[in-house]
């Protein structure tokens, strides 16, 4: 009794020693981890609500560069109710803080989505313990609510209710020293109505970005099979200008002003131009709706510039019944398209491959525990086979050989190895008896045990370790920071500079022309100046708005700390955010534990030296006499050269 009593105590210490642990940089490598703590830095109405605030997770897709970051953060945190928000790019996550009496997950994703992104709640917890969310079934009207409500408002260890018909969700607030999940479930079943506990949907489903990689996929060959003929045509028309002087096939008018080549290169573009490229025109509109500008804003202007500007002066062409047709820009876009539909795809078949350390460390927990009830002489009057996520603390759990610890525990009967080389990286069991504490996630080597729940649900060590890594990767390092501040300015600062480009090269053609004829090699003598003028400074604007990209200051920093952590995390090393791992470079000494750590910790035969002159048997049988003397032995040496003479 007094080892379980004090259960509690520690757990309640935990809030304390992890607010002293945030002051300080603590490096721990004595178990081949490192957990870099650092201050955060809350807003002032963080610390004035500190009672009243919850964080929730979402699932953010569309984002496509650091300036979506910025949008989404910078209006969200104009919203009543809303602390903070810690949005990652890479992860395709957002870190909310916030008010529950104010706004709730459901109003922060429908604000993301009036932005244009792609939300879902995938992770919603209040920051005290005891507060579960239930699915209930069976209610018809306000007198449901009403009865579950004041039903077990009556019950000790309950705190608050809130039930709501629409949703058919119940917010229950519990001591969870008193009651449990299974003990609310049971309560409202008896009432008459069917209850189920909402699972946290942490699962691996939302980090692997298969939508988004079909999708892109999708986009990228739509828009290759209208770019591979337009390549083709423009390898074509630059081989044969080389080739002939004079006029070229595909440059004859079917009609006066309209050649064979623009027509063709009119209908390549078109499908290109407004299907391919739908899904920029919807978020660049809601991008500017909301008086923020993107990389798909840059694009949306470069594409649609290029293609009204050849559609123009086509038709002017036409219409003045032009002996030659125009040079026109309808390359531009599907082209364009192309690159950066290929860009996208792989950009997210990245994402996906840097989630996969998180996704391995989720995999690890075990899904389902076998709960059973002991008699006054301890023996077992049944078993039930049930979720983990129904575990309560102070149960009593059947741990078979082979099988994972579902929960935090003590053991309370038998005595096994336990595998427990996810947590301390330690590839030796542990021998583990009456009194041991056991982790979740770890493998029982070989006894049957009983064990008694100390830390259940996102209490476990597990549970923590993958919620340092998750909120790792959506911490932001200080030169991130910077980039997405500056992301904030980059493109209407680029369009500026675009327009500039126009402007600037006009000037220029019209006051000296030989300027820019250096740069229009092979050009048709029949042409006017004006048009060759206004072509070449079009297309330098064009180019500035096509080659300037915000995606790289979005995407290095954020790419390189989901990588880090991810792959830190598979290997035992802890990082608690981007700060440290930027801070890292500056480590001047580490003290590593040996054995386990740098070392395999298993013995391994190296070499084999026969000390006679005269060898009496061949080293092959003398191998094999020893494998045999050794081989049922299970002393680690006795192993390695068993092994070893097998081999």
């Keep these: 009794m007094s080892e379980s009593s004090s259960v509690p105590s520690r757990q309640s210490t935990h809030s304390k020693e992890e607010a002293l642990a945030l002051r300080k940089k603590t490096v721990n490598l004595a178990s081949a981890h490192v957990v870099a703590f650092l201050p955060p830095r809350p807003k002032p109405d963080d610390q004035k609500n500190e009672t009243s605030t919850a964080k929730c997770f979402l699932k953010v897709t569309g984002m496509t560069c650091a300036s979506c970051v910025t949008n989404i953060e910078s209006n969200l945190q104009r919203e009543d109710g809303i602390y903070s928000v810690l949005v990652a790019l890479m992860a395709g996550k957002a870190e909310v803080k916030y008010n529950p009496d104010i706004i709730q997950p459901d109003g922060i994703e429908e604000l993301i989505i009036d932005l244009g992104f792609g939300a879902t709640v995938i992770e919603n917890y209040v920051s005290s313990a005891g507060e579960l969310e239930f699915i209930i079934t069976g209610m018809t009207c306000a007198s449901c609510v009403h009865n579950i409500e004041s039903k077990l408002m009556r019950i000790n260890g309950i705190l608050y209710v809130s039930v709501a018909l629409a949703t058919n969700k119940a917010h229950i607030k519990l001591d969870p020293e008193v009651l449990g999940p299974r003990d609310i479930i049971r309560m409202i079943e008896d009432l008459g109505f069917h209850a189920a506990l909402a699972k946290r949907d942490t699962a691996v489903h939302n980090l692997d970005h298969k939508e988004e990689i079909k999708q892109w996929k999708r986009s990228f060959l739509f828009s290759l099979l209208f770019g591979i003929p337009v390549l083709a045509l423009m390898i074509y028309m630059i081989v044969m200008d080389n080739k002939h002087s004079g006029s070229i096939p595909l440059q004859q008018n079917i009609i006066p002003g309209l050649s064979i080549l623009n027509l063709v290169f009119f209908i390549l573009c078109t499908p290109v ?311 890292a470079h500056k480590i001047k000494v580490v003290m590593f534990d040996k054995t386990g750590t740098i070392t395999h910790g298993v013995p391994k035969v190296m070499r084999v030296l026969v000390l006679v002159d005269v060898a009496v048997l061949p080293l092959k049988k003398l191998l094999a006499i020893i494998g045999t003397a050794e081989a049922n032995s299970e002393h680690p040496l006795g192993s390695a050269v068993a092994k070893y003479c097998k081999e």
Aim: glycine share 8%.
């Design 273 to 583: 131009q407004f299907i391919g490229g739908w899904y920029f025109y919807v978020q660049a509109y809601k991008s500017l709706k909301h008086r923020t500008a993107n990389m798909d804003v840059l694009i949306v202007l470069a594409t649609t510039i290029a293609y009204l500007y050849s559609c123009v002066i086509l038709i002017v062409a036409i219409a003045e019944k032009a002996e030659q047709s125009p040079v026109t820009f309808f390359d531009t876009p599907p082209m364009l398209f192309v690159f950066i539909a290929l860009g996208r795809w792989l950009e997210h078949v990245a994402k996906s491959k840097t989630s996969e350390a998180l996704a391995k460390l989720l995999s690890l927990q075990a899904t389902e525990a076998t709960v059973i009830t002991l008699g006054p002489d301890n023996s077992i009057l049944s078993e039930e086979q049930i979720a983990v996520d129904l575990v309560q603390r102070g149960d009593i759990v059947k741990v078979v050989p082979g099988g994972k610890f579902p929960v935090d525990g003590k053991v309370i009967e038998g005595c096994s190895m336990a595998d427990e080389s996810l947590i301390t990286g330690e590839p030796m069991p542990v021998v583990k008896r009456i009194g041991d504490t056991v982790i979740a996630g770890s493998i029982n080597a070989q006894g049957s045990l009983l064990i008694q729940a100390t830390h259940v649900g996102p209490e476990t060590t597990l549970s923590q370790i993958v919620k340092l890594v998750e909120e790792a990767q959506t911490s932001k390092a200080p030169i991130q920071q910077f980039a997405d501040k500056l992301s904030g300015y980059f493109v209407p600062f680029i369009v500026v500079i675009s327009v500039a480009t126009l402007t600037v090269w006009i000037i220029i053609g019209f006051a000296d022309f030989a300027t820019i004829e250096q740069h229009l090699s092979g050009y048709s003598n029949h042409v006017p100046k004006a048009e060759l003028i206004i072509r070449f400074a079009f297309q330098t604007s064009i180019t500035v708005l096509a080659i300037a990209c915000p995606c790289s200051l979005g995407l290095a920093t954020p790419t390189a700390v989901m990588v880090g952590t991810g792959v830190g995390a598979q290997n035992g090393i802890l990082i608690k955010g981007g700060e440290p791992l930027e801070m």
